[in-house]
């Protein structure tokens, strides 16, 4: 039998198209492989969050489908994931069940009847995670300017703002609505709307969602919007006031100090650490 030899050209573009689309998809690498496989180690494919073979290849559906999964679990939890894909009697020799996790390696059953083995790691490529900063005062402008190189995809909203005043950044929004995309969002009105934009930040369901100003007056907002029907519990966790306690006084140390508490907030969130040595997940007989 001949197999497909992927197309180098077509997996690149295709990774092109889906990184300027800002889809999540994974990378898909066979690491090793025992005994009969189609897919040999250095194969390649990109798999998007459905699941889906969008480029290159790995072998028959009996590997593509435990793959398809672990590369949306991989996605949803942005954390790579290595996955052991291996015949009934294999795992049972190892004392193993198909989506059981040990030490970092999960593991799949194989049910081709070439009894092949494969290790697969997957790793999932994000888009920048959406950054929404509300208001167009000193503070809004400092944090839009500071955070350009931190990998964010930015996004100011305030009615009657328009895209040619903010040239730096890469979407700019007429208006407070929630924006489910995102995943840091930071009220920086200023007594500029403030509750609309309050409103708008804890009904989008961010990761992070911070108010520039001081606790008195987030507390007696937040008193009037849930009296309003907000989710008091979405309120409860906004940090407020924003950033971190740097002392910051101008507009640039306050933008600053609430990077920070983001970057923060983002890589304790998106890091697990592990310290136990991975083990050989697959030993040869």
């Given at each position: ?78 954390q790579p994931r290595f996955v052991s894909i291996r ?199």
């Open positions: 039998m001949t197999l497909p030899i992927p197309d180098e050209t077509e997996f690149e573009a295709e990774m092109s198209r889906l990184r300027a689309a800002e889809a999540p998809f994974a990378v898909a690498t066979v690491v090793r492989t025992l005994a009969a496989t189609s897919a040999k180690p250095g194969a390649k494919a990109l798999i998007d969050a459905a699941g889906t073979l969008r480029a290159g290849w790995l072998g028959g559906g009996c590997a593509r489908t435990a793959i398809g999964r672990a590369a949306r679990a991989a996605i949803a939890e942005r015949p009934e009697e294999l795992l049972e020799a190892d004392g193993v069940t198909a989506g059981e996790e040990r030490e970092g390696v999960h593991f799949a059953r194989n049910g081709c009847p070439s009894k092949g083995s494969m290790d697969v790691f997957v790793e999932p490529v994000l888009p920048r995670p959406r950054l929404v900063i509300c208001g167009t005062g000193p503070v809004a402008r400092a944090l839009a300017g500071i955070s350009a190189r931190f990998g964010f995809h930015r996004v100011v909203c305030a009615p009657g703002t328009e895209a040619a005043a903010w040239p730096c950044v890469e979407e700019v929004v007429d208006g407070h609505a929630p924006d489910s995309a995102a995943r840091f969002h930071v009220v920086a009105t200023q007594g500029m709307g403030d509750a609309p934009a309050l409103r708008a930040a804890v009904a989008s369901a961010a990761d992070y969602v911070a108010f520039v100003g001081s606790r008195r007056k987030f507390a007696a907002l937040s008193e009037r919007l849930a009296a309003e029907g907000a989710d008091r519990s979405a309120l409860a966790r906004v940090h407020a006031p924003a950033g971190l306690d740097i002392a910051a006084i101008t507009p640039d140390e306050i933008a600053l100090s609430i990077l920070a508490e983001i970057v923060a907030h983002r890589r304790t969130g998106d890091r697990t650490a592990t310290t136990a040595p991975v083990p050989d997940p697959l030993p040869d007989r």
